[in-house]
């Protein structure tokens, strides 16, 4: 015999046809998929933080085409195109529209079940073909549906923060390593300056040796440093050669030409401006990766609530056709309802409660880090930064002061032409430390930048972060709603 379609009755038709399709609606839910709402929070943030756009609305370049690769790199330059092109970052950002799938996954039910049922009979001729159809919604997720959503919604803002913080990260990198560059190129024109300093303070020895008022030691002593300083000029060239190297990977083009240079008009000042207190407070309030701790506090405590709520865990309604083998045709509701007997959830409410409090854990030592690397970064700062100032005020202004005395010495006939090389490689000498100074300066000011959140300014207020899109904003020391009071089985 055939099998029979199940057809609702007229009568049933109309009370379920409203009902089904406000169930369609809940069920698929009113998030979109499209992740370019999240991809531009995130870009705003790096843009407002680094003075840069991302340009991640559009695919990195495949051929350099924002810059030649020979003219002089800017900074600005060099974070536009690394924040583009670099693929690391690229494929964080591809994670975003992962963490939307997930919030849009979260919103869904569960597909409806549809069973049927053809049983032959083994005597032919006693019994005839049974029929029968059932179609079951599990509606269990009704009641959980909000605390998923929620946690979703928490893990995509945890993600949006997360690649924000690795963007301004890789501006931290781009920055320091110019700045490397930058100061490498000087440390390459004082060794150069070094060298013909020394070849002339030969050159003179050889003369005074011809004339019978030197001795050969002078000269071999001479020779010796003109060697060093070779040497030392090969090591600055080749650091500056793996820096230059490093910046193409960071911008995208690993494999593209080294032989450029970068603008130094572009470094930035690494004087002080401000106190540790702004610091501290700074930290605690632009850090993105507490913030991000802070999200996945919140989505854990709702994924607590999720499960204290689940310990009813399915729930079925349906209808169910059967039609007998004398040709009887039957439809009614059907429940199916699972009754927790052995497992009450018991266990899997106290595992996320376990893991609830172990992120709000992470989540207070993620604060304390941030406060402790910005005090450091900001020690590091202060010290170099004056360390600076006072190698220019008094070694350097002690070494170019003896240089003039010299050069008047020498004019007086008070001292010979070997006083004022002297003196002119000391000169130089300073001016090659005061150089390596400035650049511990320069990259200590990077750093202290990024330990506070990628922006050295006064918070004009004190403000909750516009990027914890959470239900509620936790203070430190303060745990999210559900974890001061764990319900009963909730701790091992």
């Known amino acids: 015999m055939m099998s029979q379609r199940f057809k609702c009755p007229p009568r049933f038709t109309r009370p379920l046809a409203p009902a089904a399709l406000a169930l369609a609606v809940l069920a698929g839910g009113c998030a979109s998929l499209d992740p370019k709402a999240d991809i531009d929070r995130a870009a705003h943030t790096v843009s407002d933080r680094s003075g840069v756009a991302p340009g991640w609305d559009g695919p990195w370049e495949a051929s350099m085409t924002t810059w030649d690769g020979r003219s002089p790199l800017t900074v600005e330059l060099a974070l536009g195109m690394a924040l583009k092109n670099n693929r690391g970052i690229r494929s964080q950002v591809e994670l975003i529209a992962a963490s939307r799938a997930d919030l849009v996954q979260a919103g869904l039910l569960p597909n409806p079940v549809v069973g049927l049922t053809l049983r032959f009979p083994f005597d032919p001729v006693s019994g005839g073909t049974f029929v029968g159809a059932q179609v079951v919604q599990s509606f269990a997720a009704l009641w959980l549906r909000g605390g998923k959503i929620r946690a979703a919604d928490a893990r995509l803002n945890q993600t949006v923060l ?120 700074l930290a605690g309030s632009q850090r993105l990766d507490v913030a991000a701790a802070r999200s996945v506090t919140l989505a854990q405590s709702e994924n607590l609530s999720v499960e204290q709520r689940s310990r009813l865990r399915d729930l079925g309604l349906g209808a169910d056709f059967e039609r007998s083998e004398s040709g009887d045709k039957s439809l009614g509701p059907m429940v199916e309802l699972a009754i927790p007997i052995f497992d009450t959830n018991e266990a899997q409410i106290a595992k996320a409660g376990s893991i609830a409090r172990a992120a709000f854990a992470s989540y207070e030592a993620a604060s304390q880090r941030a406060v402790r690397e910005a005090r450091v970064a900001w020690i590091e700062l202060d010290s170099a930064s004056r360390l600076v100032e006072q190698y220019r005020s008094t070694v350097l202004a002690l070494a170019e002061r003896n240089l003039t005395l010299a050069d008047a010495s020498l004019k007086s006939g008070q001292a010979d032409v070997t006083v004022l090389l002297e003196a002119q490689r000391e000169v130089t000498d300073a001016r090659a430390r005061l150089n390596e100074l400035e650049q511990a300066a320069a990259l200590a000011r990077i750093e202290l930048e990024y330990a506070v959140g990628g922006v050295l300014a006064r918070p004009p207020t004190p403000a909750r972060d516009p990027l914890d899109r959470g239900p509620s904003t936790i203070e430190a020391g303060t745990p999210p709603n559900g974890l001061h009071e764990v319900p009963s089985g909730a701790r091992p």
């Open 162 to 281: 997360d690649v924000s913080d690795q963007a301004l990260s890789l501006v931290a990198e781009v920055k320091a390593s110019h700045a490397r560059i930058a100061f490498g190129q000087r440390a390459v024109v004082l060794a150069e300056q070094n060298l013909a300093t020394i070849q002339k303070s030969i050159d003179s020895l050889d003369a005074r040796v011809r004339g019978g008022e030197g001795t050969t030691l002078d000269v071999n002593r001479a020779r010796q440093q003109l060697a060093k300083a070779e040497a030392e000029r090969a090591v600055v060239m080749r650091e500056l050669a793996k820096e230059r190297r490093r910046m193409l990977e960071l911008i995208g083009f690993a494999a593209a030409n080294a032989d450029w240079a970068v603008d130094e008009g572009t470094l930035q000042s690494a004087a002080q401006t401000l106190d540790e207190a702004t610091v501290i407070a």
